[in-house]
């Protein structure tokens, strides 16, 4: 080629392929001129020269093109279809497809004449994907090869056609041979598409050599049968196939994302950065594409990352990754499309103009002439960029990392090098992945700001997406110079299928929750949005031996008779029956549940929190509380079921809801909501789910995916209350009008009678109650009548009935106690009114157990000396919380922030946790009842460290866990050593009758409230929610009940657990068999006292009693100048008189509680839970000054230190409802 006399020439040489090259092998078939000046662009499947033939001066460029393809010989084409198969029979989970056939031979069945000294051809490795009705695909990897076939089998005609007969004179022609293209698949869930291939080509190669002692069935039966899946405990799975060959089985990529089959290192590396953003934005306006390859498992990978790479957004349009030719009028279709073909398609057809053609092999995009051809630089222009310079990064990676040389080496096993090579890429191709993520969050970042929750009751266009998502607001949000992309973007299926799949409840709901989860990340492109799950890179590696060969009686070898000359038609009966089926892992939640789990992405943030939260100790307590009503949310549904009321029980969750909030609880996930939304959605109230989102709102926090799919199924399919309100408000102006004219009548009233006689007045004010508000702080001063006639005489309601324990302790107290009484003075329902009754109950007719008998003895001495001149001054004074409002909550609400009690509920059964329990209005069903209660259950956290003998109390064993679900430990707050904390229990049975003795004490494992989720929920998955409501609970899973029974009771929460006592093995014990109610009372020490070593000092100002010198060294008079020192805030003082009459006693000191855990508790005993925040300031500026003098290390030898103050927090958060 020549541009003139003068021009340098250009030649142009070839090479002929050998004759006995084999059939089917690349090489050039096609050349051509190409002038660009006269519009003329490569043809399709052909590759351009970038090299100007035209080197003069003068002319238009010139380009060479040609055409690779592969060397075909005559043919005959049929279709496909179904030899043998196995397992025989369809799974009823797994059935066959019908199209598999097609798939395996996309191109068809072909009979074909090959020259007599042709190569041997290799098989070729195909993969495809199936899409189920349901949407489930199934991902086939599949090997092309050829065998002889018999002349016999073929007519006259055919053997004319085939070139296998003289056309003049039908003469054989006998330098021929005849071919016949078969296939070999396997079929599977997962796209282990590696392994896959390694196997098939095992089958083959055995097929074709020979003979062998097994048959080829035993090998096939071994691996569907005797290969496990992988799974954390075992991540790796070496299968010896035979003695030279072998596969690795390792477990997928732990990923939010979808699976799939998508390969992007091949995206990148037969497309190219520019050209791959190129197609998503082809793929983003839904656009029509063809990719072709010669190459068929490289259709079927990038298929897969094209529509992989627009998550969150799911491709709903055709898809078919290896289109068969018998489909190949899909590519006509007036739809969107996205269709993979063989490039030997284009021999036989030409494309439509529509469609944008991407040849896999040339890395080229053909496009309609017509139509403004696509660029990258469409996309927003900022995100674009940073895609396409993510991209050459990681495109210059994979150039270093898949050199020639190191790609074949993959090719060969080796176990040793495996990690590595497999990390790398596993590694690589989440990078390129996350570039995709990157990109898509930005794109629709703040998306669900703009979705439209259903407030109102549902009509025909509810579910239409223009009522589900403000679109202008969403597009007014976007920058001016991106409105045409974006406008594209929202008018496709993709878009207005994702929408629909956030507003309602989705199988994709767990992948979307973390789309969200990155669309929040401020600056995505400084954190990893796929990270690796490290948990499952385990070491641990199953070998899979080969099935045994037979051996003969003698114990020589058995001959080999198994050969083939064709691949064989299955045989069923030599195949290896399955001993047991093997358990393929499954999707889906928990049998039976109740409310959609905690997604991986969730536990997996809640983990990242609770590390986070765990170094900073006002952050600890909350994370710890948030995970508490967790669990009480996970409860929640056995409790509405086993409520009459069910809308009541609803009710009282709402105000827990509420009552976090006021708490400022830190929730570690969106369950508590998810919960409720879904339960007031299955009994029917979906105005309570309207409230409980715009709670959800208030507290900041915006519902994911999950949650607001839940909220809008809750109130789409729920029956709304009609919205013909006239009658009731009718009613209600009737009731104001009567209240007011009630109101207006009371001082004319007043006023009639204020002429009366004084006589008259005093006997009317006797007799009904006074029109004045009585707001009366203390009780102190008030003798028992005069306090009772201030009940019944005043309009107020009373939270601290702890006052009336003085006056009822006597029998004229308790004759006062009258239902009449105490309903006209509170002006309350008579629910209301049996709630006050059971406090009362609990307070006044809890007898002693066995146990406390002694010690309830002398403190009812103390009970009847309140006001003596030794206690007088040190004792504190019961208050007084009075209220106008008719609300009893909030009253209790008040009690329960600003609670102040005396030495008498210290040492009493008047505890905080009952006055706590009532925060909630529902009633648990037994409670009116709780006169006849004769179950009671005293429970307490406080463990000893057995590596310095210490105590450690439930705040300190708090402060002491960390934010590992896994693990059981707390450290010791003396010695830093880890222990397990326990969990005491004991049953006592109070009803008339019961046994002696009675249920041995409990102890069980005392988990964190992380834990125990955990705990709990993989119960729920396995044994589903039922368990929550029988008594076998109690047997098999006694750690997770007791501690649900201590959380819910430390918190104040309602529940029905105890009734599963009755139903346990534990009943036999107890005297009632009839269901009863039970009482749970929360010590803050130990059950169980050490009698070795010396009593705390609580107990021995609570006795009154001297006790003899050898017992203890700690007289009264020391108790008392202790606790002079406390009140005259000299609490050193007191901590040097404590240690130095340690000090004098002979031996080691006799102490399992610390200093300041001494003091604390003689100061409750003595002083009121109400001085516990001064105790704390007073003890720490004491301890700040002693360590001067006597030096911070031996005062914590002493164990004279204060608790931290991460322990601190955890006791103030958790507001001390422990009894000590």
Same mark, same amino acid.
Request: aromatic residues 10%; proline residues 8%.
């Given at each position: 080629?020549?541009?003139?006399?003068?021009?340098?020439?250009?030649?142009?040489?070839?090479?002929?392929?050998?004759?006995?090259?084999?059939?089917?092998?690349?090489?050039?078939?096609?050349?051509?001129?190409?002038?660009?000046?006269?519009?003329?662009?490569?043809?399709?499947?052909?590759?351009?020269?970038?090299?100007?033939?035209?080197?003069?001066?003068?002319?238009?460029?010139?380009?060479?093109?040609?055409?690779?393809?592969?060397?075909?010989?005559?043919?005959?084409?049929?279709?496909?279809?179904?030899?043998?198969?196995?397992?025989?029979?369809?799974?009823?989970?797994?059935?066959?497809?019908?199209?598999?056939?097609?798939?395996?031979?996309?191109?068809?069945?072909?009979?074909?004449?090959?020259?007599?000294?042709?190569?041997?051809?290799?098989?070729?490795?195909?993969?495809?994907?199936?899409?189920?009705?349901?949407?489930?695909?199934?991902?086939?990897?599949?090997?092309?090869?050829?065998?002889?076939?018999?002349?016999?089998?073929?007519?006259?005609?055919?053997?004319?056609?085939?070139?296998?007969?003289?056309?003049?004179?039908?003469?054989?022609?006998?330098?021929?041979?005849?071919?016949?293209?078969?296939?070999?698949?396997?079929?599977?869930?997962?796209?282990?598409?590696?392994?896959?291939?390694?196997?098939?080509?095992?089958?083959?190669?055995?097929?074709?050599?020979?003979?062998?002692?097994?048959?080829?069935?035993?090998?096939?039966?071994?691996?569907?049968?005797?290969?496990?899946?992988?799974?954390?405990?075992?991540?790796?799975?070496?299968?010896?196939?035979?003695?030279?060959?072998?596969?690795?089985?390792?477990?997928?990529?732990?990923?939010?994302?979808?699976?799939?089959?998508?390969?992007?290192?091949?995206?990148?590396?037969?497309?190219?950065?520019?050209?791959?953003?190129?197609?998503?934005?082809?793929?983003?306006?839904?656009?029509?594409?063809?990719?072709?390859?010669?190459?068929?498992?490289?259709?079927?990978?990038?298929? =897969?990352?094209?529509?992989?790479?627009?998550?969150?957004?799911?491709?709903?349009?055709?898809?078919?990754?290896?289109?068969?030719?018998?489909?190949? !009028?899909?590519?006509?279709?007036?739809?969107?499309?996205?269709?993979?073909?063989?490039?030997?398609?284009?021999?036989?057809?030409?494309?439509?103009?529509?469609?944008?053609?991407?040849?896999?092999?040339?890395?080229?995009?053909? +496009?309609?002439?017509?139509?403004?051809?696509?660029?990258?630089?469409?996309?927003?222009?900022?995100?674009?960029?940073?895609?396409?310079?993510?991209?050459?990064?990681?495109?210059?990676?994979?150039?270093?990392?898949?050199?020639?040389?190191?790609?074949?080496?993959?090719?060969?096993?080796?176990?040793? !090098?495996?990690?590595?090579?497999?990390?790398?890429?596993?590694?690589?191709?989440?990078?390129?992945?996350?570039?995709?993520?990157?990109?898509?969050?930005?794109?629709?970042?703040?998306?669900?700001?703009?979705?439209?929750?259903?407030?109102?009751?549902?009509?025909?266009?509810?579910?239409?997406?223009?009522?589900?998502?403000?679109?202008?607001?969403?597009?007014?949000?976007?920058?001016?110079?991106?409105?045409?992309?974006?406008?594209?973007?929202?008018?496709?299926?993709?878009?207005?299928?994702?929408?629909?799949?956030?507003?309602?409840?989705?199988?994709?709901?767990?992948?979307?929750?973390?789309?969200?989860?990155?669309?929040?990340?401020?600056?995505?492109?400084?954190?990893?949005?796929?990270?690796?799950?490290?948990?499952?890179?385990?070491?641990?590696?199953?070998?899979?031996?080969?099935?045994?060969?037979?051996?003969?009686?003698?114990?020589?070898?058995?001959?080999?008779?198994?050969?083939?000359?064709?691949?064989?038609?299955?045989?069923?009966?030599?195949?290896?029956?399955?001993?047991?089926?093997?358990?393929?892992?499954?999707?889906?939640?928990?049998?039976?549940?109740?409310?959609?789990?905690?997604?991986?992405?969730?536990?997996?943030?809640? %983990?990242?929190?609770?590390?986070?939260?765990?170094?900073?100790?006002?952050?600890?307590?909350?994370?710890?509380?948030?995970?508490?009503?967790?669990?009480?949310?996970?409860?929640?549904?056995?409790?509405?079921?086993?409520?009459?009321?069910?809308?009541?029980?609803?009710?009282?969750?709402?105000?827990?809801?509420?009552?976090?909030?006021?708490?400022?609880?830190?929730?570690?996930?969106?369950?508590?909501?998810?919960?409720?939304?879904?339960?007031?959605?299955?009994?029917?109230?979906?105005?309570?789910?309207?409230?409980?989102?715009?709670?959800?709102?208030?507290?900041?926090?915006?519902?994911?995916?999950?949650?607001?799919?839940?909220?809008?199924?809750?109130?789409?399919?729920?029956?709304?209350?009609?919205?013909?309100?006239?009658?009731?408000?009718?009613?209600?102006?009737?009731?104001?009008?009567?209240?007011?004219?009630?109101?207006?009548?009371?001082?004319?009233?007043?006023?009639?009678?204020?002429?009366?006689? !004084?006589?008259?007045?005093?006997?009317?004010?006797?007799?009904?109650? %006074?029109? $004045?508000?009585?707001?009366?702080?203390?009780?102190?001063?008030?003798?028992? $009548?005069?306090?009772? =006639?201030?009940?019944?005489?005043?309009?107020?309601?009373?939270?601290?009935?702890?006052?009336?324990?003085?006056?009822? !302790?006597?029998?004229?107290?308790?004759?006062?106690?009258?239902?009449?009484?105490?309903?006209?003075?509170?002006?309350?329902?008579?629910?209301?009114?049996?709630?006050?009754?059971?406090?009362?109950?609990?307070?006044?007719?809890?007898?002693?157990?066995?146990?406390?008998?002694?010690?309830?003895?002398?403190?009812?001495?103390?009970?009847?000396?309140?006001?003596?001149?030794?206690?007088?001054?040190?004792?504190?004074?019961?208050?007084?919380?009075?209220?106008?409002?008719?609300?009893?909550?909030?009253?209790?609400?008040?009690?329960?922030?600003?609670?102040?009690?005396?030495?008498?509920?210290?040492?009493?059964?008047?505890?905080?946790?009952?006055?706590?329990?009532?925060?909630?209005?529902?009633?648990?069903?037994?409670?009116?009842?709780?006169?006849?209660?004769?179950?009671?259950?005293?429970?307490?956290?406080?463990?000893?460290?057995?590596?310095?003998?210490?105590?450690?109390?439930?705040?300190?064993?708090?402060?002491?866990?960390?934010?590992?679900?896994?693990?059981?430990?707390?450290?010791?707050?003396?010695?830093?050593?880890?222990?397990?904390?326990?969990?005491?229990?004991?049953?006592?049975?109070?009803?008339?009758?019961?046994?002696?003795?009675?249920?041995?004490?409990?102890?069980?494992?005392?988990?964190?409230?992380?834990?125990?989720?955990?705990?709990?929920?993989?119960?729920?998955?396995?044994?589903?929610?039922?368990?929550?409501?029988?008594?076998?609970?109690?047997?098999?899973?006694?750690?997770?009940?007791?501690?649900?029974?201590?959380?819910?009771?430390?918190?104040?929460?309602?529940?029905?657990?105890?009734?599963?006592?009755?139903?346990?093995?534990?009943?036999?014990?107890?005297? +009632?068999?009839?269901?009863?109610?039970?009482?749970?009372?929360?010590?803050?020490?130990?059950?169980?006292?050490?009698?070795?070593?010396?009593?705390?000092?609580?107990?021995?100002?609570?006795?009154?009693?001297?006790?003899?010198?050898?017992n203890h060294p700690f007289t009264l008079a020391f108790l008392e100048e202790v606790l002079r020192c406390v009140g005259m805030n000299e609490v050193h003082k007191g901590i040097t008189l404590f240690l130095d009459t340690v000090l004098k006693q002979p031996g080691p000191p006799k102490i399992q509680r610390s200093l300041y855990r001494e003091m604390l508790f003689l100061t409750l005993a003595a002083m009121g839970r109400d001085h516990v925040a001064a105790f704390d300031k007073k003890y720490k500026a004491a301890y700040q000054r002693l360590s001067g003098s006597l030096g911070r290390e031996e005062l914590r030898r002493k164990r004279a230190q204060p608790p931290s103050p991460k322990a601190v927090d955890c006791r103030r958060s958790f507001l001390i409802p422990l009894e000590c």
């Open positions: 080629i020549s541009g003139g006399p003068a021009a340098h020439r250009t030649f142009l040489t070839y090479r002929r392929a050998h004759e006995s090259q084999a059939l089917h092998t690349l090489g050039v078939t096609d050349i051509s001129l190409l002038l660009p000046s006269k519009g003329e662009a490569a043809p399709h499947t052909f590759c351009r020269v970038d090299k100007n033939l035209n080197t003069g001066m003068w002319g238009p460029a010139l380009y060479l093109c040609y055409k690779r393809a592969v060397a075909k010989a005559n043919a005959l084409v049929y279709e496909a279809g179904l030899i043998s198969r196995y397992p025989e029979a369809d799974v009823e989970s797994f059935p066959l497809p019908e199209s598999v056939p097609m798939f395996c031979l996309p191109m068809g069945v072909t009979v074909e004449s090959w020259p007599l000294n042709t190569k041997y051809q290799l098989p070729v490795f195909s993969t495809f994907v199936l899409t189920s009705a349901s949407g489930d695909k199934v991902y086939g990897a599949a090997i092309q090869f050829y065998e002889s076939f018999p002349r016999e089998c073929l007519s006259e005609r055919q053997s004319v056609r085939l070139g296998l007969v003289s056309v003049v004179d039908r003469r054989p022609i006998t330098n021929r041979t005849l071919q016949v293209k078969k296939s070999v698949c396997v079929l599977s869930h997962w796209p282990f598409f590696t392994v896959f291939q390694k196997f098939l080509t095992f089958v083959y190669r055995y097929s074709i050599s020979g003979p062998h002692v097994l048959p080829l069935e035993k090998h096939i039966s071994s691996f569907m049968h005797n290969v496990p899946f992988p799974s954390p405990q075992r991540p790796r799975i070496l299968v010896q196939l035979s003695p030279y060959d072998n596969l690795l089985l390792c477990q997928p990529v732990s990923s939010p994302l979808p699976l799939s089959g998508a390969s992007f290192v091949k995206l990148l590396q037969n497309l190219g950065p520019e050209n791959a953003c190129v197609l998503l934005l082809a793929v983003l306006t839904e656009h029509k594409l063809l990719l072709h390859s010669l190459r068929p498992d490289v259709l079927t990978s990038v298929s =897969e990352a094209l529509v992989s790479m627009t998550f969150p957004l799911h491709w709903n349009c055709p898809y078919i990754p290896l289109c068969p030719l018998r489909l190949a !009028d899909v590519l006509c279709a007036p739809m969107p499309f996205i269709v993979g073909v063989h490039s030997s398609y284009f021999d036989l057809y030409d494309p439509p103009t529509d469609v944008v053609c991407v040849d896999l092999d040339t890395n080229t995009i053909f +496009q309609a002439e017509d139509k403004k051809p696509l660029s990258w630089r469409s996309l927003p222009r900022k995100h674009g960029k940073v895609l396409v310079n993510s991209l050459t990064n990681l495109m210059k990676t994979l150039e270093k990392i898949y050199t020639p040389g190191q790609e074949e080496a993959t090719l060969e096993f080796l176990l040793t !090098d495996y990690d590595l090579i497999y990390g790398r890429q596993k590694q690589l191709e989440l990078e390129i992945q996350e570039a995709f993520l990157r990109f898509m969050s930005c794109l629709l970042r703040g998306y669900r700001t703009y979705l439209l929750p259903i407030t109102q009751a549902p009509s025909e266009r509810t579910t239409d997406c223009s009522s589900l998502f403000n679109l202008q607001g969403f597009l007014k949000s976007r920058e001016r110079t991106q409105q045409k992309f974006y406008t594209q973007l929202t008018r496709t299926q993709m878009f207005t299928q994702f929408i629909e799949e956030c507003s309602f409840v989705s199988d994709r709901h767990a992948c979307l929750e973390f789309f969200d989860d990155c669309s929040d990340v401020e600056k995505p492109e400084e954190v990893r949005l796929i990270d690796l799950d490290e948990a499952h890179s385990g070491e641990h590696t199953v070998f899979i031996m080969p099935p045994e060969e037979p051996q003969e009686p003698d114990g020589s070898e058995c001959p080999a008779h198994y050969s083939y000359e064709t691949f064989p038609v299955l045989c069923m009966e030599l195949f290896d029956q399955p001993q047991d089926q093997l358990r393929v892992p499954t999707k889906g939640s928990a049998p039976s549940s109740p409310a959609p789990r905690r997604t991986k992405q969730e536990i997996k943030l809640a %983990q990242k929190r609770a590390q986070k939260y765990s170094a900073v100790p006002d952050m600890w307590s909350k994370c710890l509380l948030g995970h508490c009503y967790g669990l009480w949310f996970i409860y929640l549904p056995t409790f509405v079921r086993a409520e009459g009321a069910k809308v009541r029980a609803l009710q009282t969750a709402y105000e827990v809801l509420k009552h976090m909030e006021t708490r400022k609880v830190v929730l570690p996930d969106e369950v508590c909501y998810r919960i409720l939304m879904q339960l007031c959605g299955q009994y029917g109230q979906p105005v309570l789910a309207v409230r409980v989102l715009l709670e959800m709102k208030k507290a900041g926090i915006t519902p994911n995916t999950i949650t607001y799919a839940y909220y809008n199924k809750a109130v789409l399919e729920s029956k709304w209350p009609s919205t013909n309100q006239g009658g009731r408000l009718r009613w209600a102006k009737l009731r104001n009008v009567l209240m007011a004219v009630a109101q207006f009548r009371q001082p004319i009233r007043q006023r009639q009678k204020s002429g009366s006689v !004084d006589v008259t007045m005093d006997c009317n004010q006797q007799s009904r109650p %006074q029109s $004045s508000l009585i707001r009366q702080s203390s009780w102190s001063g008030l003798s028992e $009548s005069s306090s009772h =006639e201030s009940l019944t005489g005043s309009i107020m309601k009373s939270n601290s009935l702890n006052s009336m324990r003085a006056s009822t !302790d006597t029998g004229e107290g308790a004759e006062h106690l009258r239902r009449s009484d105490w309903r006209h003075a509170f002006n309350i329902s008579p629910a209301h009114y049996m709630g006050i009754r059971l406090h009362l109950l609990r307070s006044l007719r809890r007898p002693p157990g066995p146990r406390h008998t002694a010690s309830r003895k002398a403190v009812d001495e103390n009970y009847n000396n309140v006001s003596s001149p030794s206690r007088g001054g040190l004792a504190g004074k019961l208050q007084q919380l009075l209220t106008p409002t008719h609300s009893l909550l909030k009253a209790k609400e008040r009690l329960y922030n600003a609670t102040s009690e005396s030495s008498l509920s210290v040492g009493s059964d008047i505890d905080l946790p009952d006055n706590t329990s009532l925060a909630f209005p529902l009633r648990k069903s037994w409670d009116s009842n709780q006169d006849r209660a004769g179950l009671e259950v005293l429970m307490s956290s406080c463990s000893l460290c057995r590596s310095c003998n210490s105590l450690v109390y439930d705040e300190e064993i708090m402060a002491g866990w960390t934010s590992d679900d896994s693990n059981l430990n707390s450290s010791c707050p003396f010695c830093s050593a880890t222990f397990v904390p326990f969990l005491n229990a004991e049953i006592c049975d109070l009803g008339p009758g019961s046994l002696p003795g009675g249920p041995p004490p409990v102890t069980v494992a005392y988990l964190s409230p992380l834990v125990l989720r955990k705990e709990l929920e993989s119960l729920l998955e396995n044994e589903g929610e039922t368990v929550l409501a029988q008594g076998q609970l109690l047997e098999n899973h006694s750690i997770i009940f007791w501690n649900l029974v201590w959380y819910f009771q430390r918190l104040g929460l309602p529940c029905n657990l105890l009734q599963l006592v009755r139903s346990s093995p534990l009943a036999n014990q107890l005297a +009632q068999v009839t269901p009863s109610p039970g009482l749970v009372r929360l010590m803050w020490d130990t059950l169980s006292p050490d009698t070795n070593h010396w009593p705390p000092l609580y107990i021995i100002w609570r006795i009154h009693s001297k006790t003899p010198p050898h």
